[in-house]
């Protein structure tokens, strides 16, 4: 894929290929390191727009950030009186860039009418993207292609994204029904792309250099968001890049480690980090003790010393 800055209303991002915001997965720890790989963009967890308005400690915390020009925050809500109390709160004051969830599939988020439920009513989504704009921030909206099976919303919520003031349409290639799972829909992101002149990124099972070539070969997007692909190989940017990694993977599992315990200490840091072993020991092989020690250990050092036996 070509790598090119890209346009962003009145802002710019260096590259199109953009790390993509995951529950749990992209702290503070993660993106930060992430950044020194060489992304154009990266995205928080989403945060409750209410939880920020209301400054829930919990909300406030996903916001942690070394480089807020380089972050978008991702809100979630369907009330737009909320996300625009969000976007100009004193928390996101240093912030540019806002991204507005319109993918969720996890029932808590849908069923209050929130994240990919917006997809069901493009009026009231309509009224929250505008909310967002009317911010000042640069707005862009992180979609997936429908609901069910055979769905495909994805041109006419580009359209109204654009129409309304975004900035930027990401494409999560799937439907809620699919979770995360199945081929991309590459045809709804092409035809999406299309009908529009703000940037359009593409999103889905993009795990390798070919996978992203595939993406935009078959969709013509102007750029890709890596999500699970850069969890399991977190120097797979700089392979898209075309680019030497800075850090070996040792070093960006250290740097993450030591990040981690800085902000949520040594003992809380070992639990966070377990849910990363399986994603960066993955295909290795005759490491299954190496694993179980790891799932066990209680600090930062003891999993540094396990990993060292590994790398
Ligand atoms: C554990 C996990 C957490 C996620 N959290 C978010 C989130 O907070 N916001 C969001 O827009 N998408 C979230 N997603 C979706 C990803 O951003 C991405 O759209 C999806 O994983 C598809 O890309 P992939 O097939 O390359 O993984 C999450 C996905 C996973 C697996």
Known sequence: MQIKPLIMGNQSVENNVFLAPMAGYTDFAFRTVALKLGYGLTFTELVSAKGLVYKGQGSVDLLKSDNKNKTSVQLFGS??????????????????FVDINMGCPVPKVFKNGEGSALLTDIIKAEKVVKAAVSSGKTISVK?????????????????????????????????????????????AVEKAKKAVKIPVIANGGIKSVKDANLMIDKTGADGVMLARGAIENPLLVCEILGKKSPLTLKEFIFSQLDLLSTQEGEERSAVLFRKFISYYLKGLAGIKEFKLKLCTATNVQEIKDILSNIF
């Open 79 to 96: 009330q737009p009186e909320f996300i625009k109390a969000a976007c100009e709160s004193e928390e996101l004051k240093d912030f540019k």
């Open 143 to 187: 979609i997936r292609t429908g609901q069910k099976y055979g769905d495909d919303v994805a041109t006419e919520f580009t359209k109204m994204a654009e129409n309304s003031g975004a900035s930027l349409v990401t494409i999560h290639a799937r439907v809620r029904e699919a979770y995360y799972s199945g081929e991309p829909d590459y045809n």
